[in-house]
């Protein structure tokens, strides 16, 4: 019988999970608050040491150091389940001969930065204290640009501009609904305004339009479609002024399919396209590019719950075929590409950045 292989920190949870003493341990942790691994599977391809930063301090390095000095030592939890047989090895088919060939496990992603892409460009960037807000704000700023960090939250957005001395911050507590305070983010952001990342929102609470609340949809449509608007309406005459200037919208997939949400949020991630493309038709040949991200599974602070058992039904059954979740960095690259001078050929277009989701 081998011996299995020694577990560490920068082995998959996936790995983990199927290993015959990781996995009992993994279980048992998940189990003592009252979960179970399917939580886990959105991440699954990554190293477990990156659940430090993922969960917010709720699982700290220390925790990581223990689990792997407990797989060292064989410390398998009394009444523990075994780790479960590994699936077979997923195969594809050979277009020519019919054979098969393994799918080898590709490796992570890793944030390449592009040094001075923004150098000279001030960019508002709403959302910013947390989730695809704070990865977008945080790239354009690694990459020189000046940033306008937004959040309703003051003690995120210390925390972010804490993490990135030297470069060019200015945050401000402001609700995206607010009139007024659209005016103030303007007025930071001066009589340049490079670009716009419309990246604040909210999700709903899963409900089919038979059961859907007036307050629900209200909530939903205030933030996600009348603040994205009142942003874009107010930096466009700046970006006029010009002659140049990029507004990328944050959409979703639920604006491509009825299945990855409730009924509000879904119609307003619609209406956010339609912001997005009308837009993008207007004022395209007084140059400006007018964009939005289809986010897929992502890792943010966004939570979502399901007051609706129907809801909760069709939707997790939707996301069967869900791809593995992305991290937020992943996100901000997508966006700071339309955001950049990378974009200058493509307006009033909604990019798919969901891993292949909106392909299946």
Request: glycine share 10%; proline share 5%; no cysteine.
């Given at each position: 019988?081998?011996?299995?292989?020694?577990?560490?920190?920068?082995?998959?949870?996936?790995?983990?999970?199927?290993?015959?003493?990781?996995?009992?341990?993994?279980?048992?942790?998940?189990?003592?608050?009252?979960?179970?691994?399917?939580?886990?599977?959105?991440?699954?391809?990554?190293a477990i040491k990156r659940l430090v930063?993922?969960?917010?301090?709720?699982?700290?390095?220390?925790?990581?150091?223990?689990?792997?000095?407990?797989?060292?030592?064989?410390e398998v939890p009394v009444g523990a389940?075994?780790?479960?047989?590994?699936?077979?090895?997923?195969?594809?088919?050979?277009?020519?001969?019919?054979?098969?060939?393994?799918?080898?496990?590709?490796?992570?992603?890793?944030?390449?930065?592009?040094?001075?892409?923004?150098?000279?460009?001030?960019?508002?960037?709403?959302?910013?204290?947390?989730?695809?807000?704070?990865?977008?704000?945080?790239?354009?700023?690694?990459?020189?640009?000046?940033v306008i960090a937004v959040d309703v939250?003051?003690?995120?957005?210390?925390?972010?501009?804490?993490?990135?001395?030297?470069?060019?911050?200015?945050?401000?507590?402001?609700?995206?609904?607010?009139?007024?305070?659209?005016?103030?983010?303007?007025?930071?952001?001066?009589?340049?305004?490079?670009?716009?990342?419309?990246?604040?929102?909210?999700?709903?609470?899963?409900?089919?339009?038979?059961?859907?609340?007036?307050?629900?949809?209200?909530?939903?449509?205030?933030?996600?479609?009348?603040?994205?608007?009142?942003?874009?309406?107010?930096?466009?005459?700046?970006?006029?002024?010009?002659?140049?200037?990029?507004?990328?919208?944050?959409?979703?997939?639920?604006?491509?399919?009825?299945?990855?949400?409730?009924?509000?949020?879904?119609?307003?991630?619609?209406?956010?396209?339609?912001?997005?493309?009308?837009?993008?038709?207007?004022?395209?040949?007084?140059?400006?590019?007018?964009?939005?991200?289809?986010?897929?599974?992502?890792?943010?602070?966004?939570?979502?719950?399901?007051?609706?058992?129907?809801?909760?039904?069709?939707?997790?059954?939707?996301?069967?075929?869900?791809?593995?979740?992305?991290?937020?960095?992943?996100?901000?690259?997508?966006?700071?590409?339309?955001?950049?001078?990378?974009?200058?050929?493509?307006?009033?277009?909604?990019?798919?950045?969901?891993?292949?989701?909106?392909?299946?």
């Amino acid at each position: 019988m081998s011996t299995p292989k020694t577990l560490t920190g920068d082995d998959s949870i996936k790995t983990w999970l199927e290993h015959p003493v990781g996995g009992p341990i993994i279980r048992d942790l998940l189990a003592q608050s009252g979960q179970d691994p399917d939580v886990l599977r959105p991440v699954q391809r990554l190293a477990i040491k990156r659940l430090v930063k993922l969960s917010k301090g709720q699982f700290s390095q220390e925790m990581v150091d223990q689990l792997v000095a407990r797989a060292a030592a064989g410390e398998v939890p009394v009444g523990a389940a075994d780790a479960p047989a590994a699936a077979p090895e997923p195969t594809t088919e050979s277009a020519d001969a019919g054979d098969t060939v393994p799918v080898v496990e590709r490796p992570e992603w890793v944030e390449r930065l592009d040094q001075g892409r923004f150098a000279g460009k001030t960019v508002i960037v709403t959302g910013a204290g947390s989730g695809i807000g704070r990865a977008t704000a945080s790239r354009v700023a690694r990459e020189g640009g000046r940033v306008i960090a937004v959040d309703v939250s003051q003690e995120r957005l210390d925390d972010f501009a804490s993490e990135h001395d030297g470069a060019e911050i200015l945050t401000l507590v402001a609700d995206i609904t607010d009139d007024a305070k659209v005016a103030e983010i303007v007025a930071a952001a001066g009589d340049r305004i490079d670009g716009l990342a419309n990246i604040a929102g909210i999700m709903d609470d899963m409900t089919p339009i038979g059961e859907l609340t007036d307050a629900v949809w209200k909530r939903v449509f205030s933030v996600n479609v009348d603040g994205t608007m009142k942003l874009m309406r107010a930096v466009v005459p700046v970006m006029l002024a010009r002659g140049t200037g990029s507004i990328v919208n944050t959409a979703s997939e639920a604006a491509l399919r009825g299945s990855a949400a409730g009924v509000a949020y879904t119609a307003s991630k619609h209406a956010v396209v339609g912001l997005t493309k009308s837009t993008a038709f207007m004022y395209g040949p007084s140059g400006l590019r007018v964009n939005a991200v289809a986010p897929g599974a992502t890792i943010t602070n966004i939570e979502a719950t399901f007051a609706s058992p129907l809801g909760a039904q069709r939707v997790r059954q939707a996301m069967a075929i869900l791809p593995d979740a992305a991290e937020a960095e992943a996100l901000a690259a997508s966006i700071t590409f339309l955001l950049s001078d990378d974009g200058v050929n493509i307006n009033g277009v909604v990019l798919a950045s969901d891993g292949g989701w909106s392909a299946a």
